[in-house]
């Protein structure tokens, strides 16, 4: 079974940075992405970026130009890059595989939607 580890949260005020991790323990053929998303009490959970074992990246409009999704593969790592943050960015942020993939303008994707496994997240709290 996967296991993802994530960390790398902290608290910052608004306009600033963090770098989240997430190492996962097995990468299989049929898991090819890895995504971020995060969960705020009262908000429904928002996926936020997503990359793939050949590094495409997808993101949701709420966050481009201000994240950025990479990978070691080498070390079977992958990185959330948060900068310009702002308190709404404010949240549990976990690392998740994915199930499926979707097609979009510029190519085939990973999904911010379909999850499959999941470990413990990391707060990230922002403050103004």
């Known amino acids: 079974q996967v296991q993802l580890v994530a960390s790398g949260g902290g608290s910052v005020q608004a306009g600033g940075s963090l770098k989240l991790s997430c190492v996962v323990s097995?990468?299989?053929?049929?898991?090819?992405?890895v995504a971020w998303f995060r969960e705020a009490p009262g908000k429904e959970r928002e996926g936020v970026a997503a990359i793939d074992r050949v590094g495409a990246a997808n993101y949701a409009d709420s966050v481009k130009g201000r994240f950025t999704v990479s990978q070691d593969n080498a070390k079977n790592t992958r990185y959330l890059q948060m900068n310009s943050l702002q308190p709404e960015d404010t949240a549990m942020y976990y690392c998740?595989?994915?199930?499926?993939?979707?097609?979009?303008?510029?190519?085939?994707?990973?999904?911010?939607?379909?999850?499959?496994?999941w470990g413990q997240g990391t707060q990230v709290t922002v403050s103004s």
């Open positions: 097995k990468f299989t053929y049929t898991r090819d992405c």
């Open positions: 998740a595989t994915v199930t499926s993939k979707v097609h979009l303008p510029d190519g085939l994707f990973c999904s911010l939607h379909d999850f499959g496994e």
